[in-house]
């Protein structure tokens, strides 16, 4: 006979009890009367309005009874969604609703329990999408949705009584400013890094003498810490800014965009070049020795044969390195060489958690689009080129 | 033809082929049989110089191969090796119009030849043509391997260990195709192998291969009737001997007057297979037929142990 059991599902368990934790135990959000006072903390149910409060308490019961339990994944996809998009309007709610009549200094912030709530939520739906085993173009297309909705929601205005906005609002042109600095650092250091790594790497794979030499200070450069790596630049470039005509005028100096710029392109390097390396040494044997049995010039065979082979394995060290390069970027600001960080660090020195936020979560959405975009595209490229298995 | 006088790779203190001199026959197959590390792969690459010798001088119809350069000259000459080396990022067709592209051919007949090469190797252009090389069994990888070696219809054709990855039923029909072709263009093989048998089978002449040295050139029938050394003599392998030489014969050439009684055998039949099927039945005697089903006489058990012995 069968026996109706109810059955857990692993993670699930963890996710329910954060949720659990999260939403009856933890500040939903935190209430200050100016920037960089010590708030209060406010529950869920002290956060909204009356009957919104035990209706989003409603829906997290319902989604973490969904996570608990061995359920379908469309269930557990729709639970997750619905449980997001409803924190992201709510927490805007809260905002609105925490702040008193014409009191521009308060600021409301997400607290603990929100984040720990969105934090389990995506969990959750970071589960479902692996098990759905979605195409390239499906996960791009998520993303795509996913930056809409936020998009839209920002638009709307709903989250601007949010301290996080607020910051924004007073800082709106340097934001973007910023952003644009940050994203060249990143962006500029790895097409510099490919530029370079490229090459160095095709001639670490066909010089041997040249691979360990070149791998081995790649490496050591690598274990650098950042600060340090910044420290050590400046006098050299100073140097070259004095000494070199022309180099003061396009920007080089010890301290600025330039160290920045180039640390972060000596950073690069390794995962670029290593993994070119890799990639090239990974090319069948006897693909390479019929290319050449059958007359191709060692140029024909490099474009023809070796790189096209390689290209996926290339694209994941570049993968890493965009991913890796849009977080370190943020260390740039230390030395004037702007990008998110500046909020950042003003934030660190005003104590004003909410300043942290506006520089930290923007670079944290941009590396995490940047890591789904190109696992996309390394997908898309390797599926074609699929290694012979005969 | 191909003129190899007195060829020598040496790598630092190894000699790896050490003054070999033989002589190839246009349109004719020679077979290079070695064990692993006596120099034949070595040798057969110094022919379109995929190695460079140290000493000695290749001619191809009378001119040094090193009258052009390197990859020039691999462009004129087939090149198949042990595992096809098939481009797994290019389709079948993409795979066998290689050199054709790389001479430069005009898209038409690129396009013509990818065809005929493909019907030629029993590969249906639209069901084959834009699969990638993984998609492809391995019998059907070696045969694109092979038709891409042809594709720019050279005189020579090199292959390494051509069957060297395939199943025995498969490895037999894709020595086969390749006798068929050989005959049908009258290219001049030159064929790798360490398979005695595979050498037998294929090789006008066989060339074997020791330590660096050529220890014998000879037709098959001589290699096994006259081994130039005990380590000929053991690569040919003493007990597969006279069967060796029986699979040289035809059924035709053993052909008695005569009847005998039950299925008979087709006269293009090596008279090994006849005297398999003699021994396995318990008969004394096969009756023999032509292609078109005419009765020719019979083989016999008697006649073809006598064709067995050694020859005098």
């Known amino acids: 006979m069968q026996v109706m059991t109810v059955r857990f599902d692993k993670l699930g368990v963890v996710i329910a009890a954060i949720i659990a934790y999260a939403a009856f135990a933890a500040p939903f959000a935190t209430f200050r009367a100016n920037r960089i006072v010590p708030g209060e903390a406010r529950s869920i149910l002290d956060s909204l309005p009356a009957a919104v409060g035990p209706l989003l308490l409603a829906i997290l019961v319902i989604a973490a009874i969904i996570a608990l339990l061995k359920t379908p994944l469309v269930l557990r996809l729709a639970a997750s969604v619905i449980a997001l998009a409803a924190l992201a309007i709510l927490i805007g709610v809260a905002g609105s609703f925490l702040t008193p009549e014409g009191n521009t200094f308060a600021r409301i912030s997400p607290a603990s329990g929100f984040w720990l709530l969105i934090f389990a939520f995506t969990l959750l739906l970071a589960d479902v999408l692996t098990r759905l085993n979605l195409s390239p173009w499906a996960r791009l297309g998520g993303l795509v949705i996913a930056a809409l909705a936020i998009g839209l929601l920002l638009a709307s205005g709903s989250w601007n009584s949010l301290s996080i906005l607020k910051e924004y609002a007073n800082r709106a042109d340097s934001f973007w400013a910023e952003g644009s600095k940050h994203v060249t650092l990143a962006l500029g250091s790895l097409a510099a890094a490919v530029v370079v790594g490229l090459p160095l790497g095709i001639l670490c794979h066909r010089v041997d003498k040249f691979r360990a030499g070149v791998l081995n200070v790649l490496n050591i450069i690598q274990t650098i810490p950042s600060i340090a790596l910044f420290g050590l630049l400046i006098a050299p470039l100073g140097w070259v800014a004095t000494h070199v005509p022309g180099a003061a005028a396009l920007g080089i100096r010890g301290i600025g965009a330039a160290p920045a710029f180039l640390a972060l392109f000596l950073y690069s390097l390794l995962p670029v070049v290593a993994n070119t390396v890799v990639g090239l040494a990974g090319v069948p044997r006897a693909a390479n020795d019929a290319a050449r049995g059958m007359g191709m010039t060692d140029r024909q065979r490099l474009f023809g044969v070796e790189f096209p082979l390689a290209f996926p394995v290339i694209l994941t060290g570049i993968r890493i390195v965009l991913v890796q390069n849009i977080g370190l970027a943020t260390i740039a600001a230390l030395i004037g060489g702007g990008g998110f960080g500046v909020f950042v660090f003003q934030g660190v020195g005003q104590t004003a958690m909410d300043l942290v936020l506006l520089g930290a979560v923007p670079t944290v959405a941009m590396a995490f689009a940047a890591a789904i975009i190109l696992d996309a595209v390394i997908e898309m490229t390797a599926t074609k080129r699929r290694v012979e298995t005969a | ?312």
């Open chain 2, 1 to 312: 033809m191909i003129e190899i006088e007195g060829i020598t790779k040496r790598y630092d203190a190894t000699t790896v082929v050490d003054e070999v001199s033989m002589l190839i026959e246009p349109r004719t197959i020679a077979v290079i049989v070695g064990t692993s590390g006596s120099g034949k792969t070595t040798l057969l690459r110094m022919i379109n110089r995929l190695v460079e010798p140290t000493s000695g001088v290749i001619k191809l119809d009378g001119a040094d191969n090193r009258s052009l350069p390197g990859y020039e000259l691999r462009r004129s000459i087939g090149y198949a090796i042990q595992g096809h080396g098939l481009f797994p990022h290019r389709t079948v067709a993409q795979n066998i119009a290689t050199v054709p592209v790389l001479l430069g051919w005009d898209k038409a007949r690129i396009k013509a030849r990818v065809e005929e090469l493909m019907t030629l190797y029993q590969l249906d252009l639209e069901a084959f043509g834009p699969r990638y090389p993984h998609e492809l069994s391995g019998g059907q990888q070696q045969r694109v391997g092979v038709a891409r070696a042809l594709a720019a219809e050279p005189n020579v054709l090199l292959m390494d260990e051509p069957f060297g990855a395939l199943d025995p039923i498969i490895r037999n029909k894709a020595q086969e195709d390749l006798l068929a072709i050989q005959k049908r263009f009258g290219t001049t093989i030159i064929l790798v192998t360490h398979d005695m048998e595979e050498a037998v089978h294929m090789g006008d002449k066989i060339a074997v291969m020791d330590a660096g040295k050529l220890v014998q050139y000879a037709k098959p029938a001589e290699i096994l009737a006259k081994p130039a050394s005990a380590f000929v003599e053991t690569l040919v392998g003493a007990s597969e001997k006279p069967f060796r030489l029986l699979s040289l014969g035809r059924v035709r050439d053993a052909v008695e007057t005569g009847t005998a009684e039950g299925e008979a055998i087709l006269d293009d039949a090596s008279q090994r297979d006849a005297l398999a099927e003699l021994l396995w039945s318990g008969r004394p005697a096969l009756p023999a037929k032509g292609a078109d089903g005419k009765p020719l006489g019979r083989v016999t058990v008697d006649g073809l142990v006598k064709r067995a012995a050694r020859p005098a």
